[in-house]
């Protein structure tokens, strides 16, 4: 590590004293909080519904517990070692790794682009839920979401209200309300999913659901079947954008970095299927096409509301919760930049937050348009918001993620990510070992198929 990086490390820190969690708990909450969002309940149940169902959630466990929860150890060692926004943080292992760090600036700008817009839409059938959304026939329900996001304007009101949201929690920083906001309501979203379940199984109609969701049709696993479960993984556990590195930069060096990453991985997880449990027997019980793709959980769920008693206010407390753990997600994708502009480029938190949200603001204006009026625009074949979801998520995080199995296995020495890891031998054993020979030897060959094939280098 070189001593004038060292050196601007610290003046920054000098300058700027750098928020902190202020418990154990807090971050695991703060992480779980940006891991379980709307990658659990909407893009995760539309991904297996076009890839064929059991096959896909069989290949999506299979990658999270390879490459997951190993690649999110990763991202926290990075960045508790860094103690640094994401660029320092790579920068203090090897200068050469520095782009790692600016691949996910540019690529939190695209992502929280495409979040805002969908997090404009929890909110708005929030509202609409109190407003008759229950009342709209089962029928209609699709035709109803189509025109709504299609509309050249109003999802532009809701796309900005959560914005705003986002960028008022960040511009405040790190510790106080986040930990306390969230300590209510993840278990409030729980309680929710759990209820929904029991509703959502005891349709008629519901086993035919049950039986695409879980029996798997290995017939139906191609490489892009692989290439989409990678994505998905990285996307669900927010990681391959630095983003947990921002995170971790803010832990004390005393917290066991590989039980928080296995207790993140498994609430994530445990949320996401859940939330297949409720969307694959309702679509089936109500004749629902399950490969519909990013509009399932808005046309899905309104119909199984409008058949239970107090619909209206279960389809209330469902969307509200679905819009915060939203939010819990979209400030850590903009908290990543905002480290960045704070530290390197000298901005005030305020400043920062409002910058790249804006930026990010008038990106998602192109997506929402390309739900509607825009939807004839092609950029590389694909629709507006098709593309930056494949470029973010099957191009940008997988190589990033590929990036730090390499710094971690060929690039930063094994003693010193063995004693970052273990806080400096405090939380020792095998599974270390294990851990880090799997991100050696195995994951850096998995990503480097998954990114070649997905930029159509390699066929299958
Ligand atoms: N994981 C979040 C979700 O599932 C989204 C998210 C937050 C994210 N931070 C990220 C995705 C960083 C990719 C990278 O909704």
């Not at 089962?138 to 050249?152: K, L, S």
Request: charged share 10%; proline share 3%; with cysteine.
């Amino acid at each position: 590590m070189s001593t004038s990086l060292n050196k601007k490390v610290e003046s920054n820190l000098d300058t700027q004293p750098r928020d902190q969690f202020k418990s154990k708990l807090g971050f695991i909450l703060a992480s779980a909080g940006s891991a379980v969002g709307l990658g659990n309940i909407w893009r995760f149940p539309y991904l297996t519904g076009a890839n064929g169902g059991g096959a896909f959630v069989m290949l999506y466990l299979l990658v999270l517990v390879v490459v997951g929860v190993s690649l999110l150890l990763v991202e926290f060692s990075i960045g508790r070692n860094g103690k640094a926004n994401a660029i320092d943080s790579y920068a203090k292992i090897s200068k050469n790794f520095k782009w790692v760090g600016y691949l996910g600036v540019f690529t939190a700008f695209i992502i929280l682009s495409y979040y805002s817009v969908v997090g404009g839409w929890t909110i708005y059938y929030t509202l609409k839920s109190v407003t008759g959304l229950t009342a709209v026939p089962a029928d209609q329900i699709g035709a109803f979401f189509g025109g709504f996001i299609g509309n050249p304007f109003l999802p532009l009101v809701f796309h900005a209200i959560f914005m705003f949201a986002t960028i008022y929690i960040v511009a405040k920083g790190i510790s106080g309300g986040i930990e306390k906001y969230n300590k209510i309501l993840m278990p409030a979203l729980f309680i929710m999913l759990f209820i929904l379940v029991a509703r959502a199984l005891t349709l008629p109609g519901a086993a035919k659901g049950l039986n695409f969701y879980l029996n798997p049709d290995f017939s139906k696993i191609t490489m892009g079947t692989l290439v989409a479960a990678c994505g998905q993984v990285f996307f669900s556990l927010s990681i391959g954008l630095s983003g947990m590195v921002t995170y971790a930069s803010y832990l004390s060096s005393e917290e066991n970095l590989a039980q928080s990453a296995v207790t993140v991985a498994f609430t994530d997880t445990l949320v996401a299927f859940l939330a297949g449990l409720i969307i694959f027997p309702a679509a089936f019980a109500f004749g629902l096409e399950p490969g519909q793709g990013p509009g399932l959980v808005f046309i899905t769920l309104p119909t199984v509301f409008a058949q239970m008693p107090m619909g209206a206010l279960f389809s209330f407390l469902f969307f509200a919760l679905l819009a915060i753990a939203a939010l819990t997600s979209s400030i850590s994708i903009l908290e990543m930049p905002v480290s960045y502009f704070i530290e390197k480029l000298k901005f005030t938190r305020q400043k920062a937050a409002w910058a790249i949200g804006g930026i990010s603001y008038v990106l998602g204006i192109a997506v929402s348009l390309s739900f509607g009026m825009w939807g004839d625009v092609k950029i590389f074949g694909k629709g507006i918001f098709d593309l930056f979801d494949y470029f973010s998520s099957n191009i940008s995080l997988p190589l990033s993620g590929l990036a730090c199995a390499i710094i971690v296995g060929f690039v930063w020495k094994k003693q010193d990510v063995l004693k970052e890891v273990s806080s400096n031998g405090k939380y020792s054993g095998g599974y270390l070992n294990a851990w880090y020979n799997l991100t050696k030897y195995v994951i850096p060959v998995i990503l480097a198929v998954v990114f070649l094939s997905s930029i159509g280098i390699l066929k299958f």
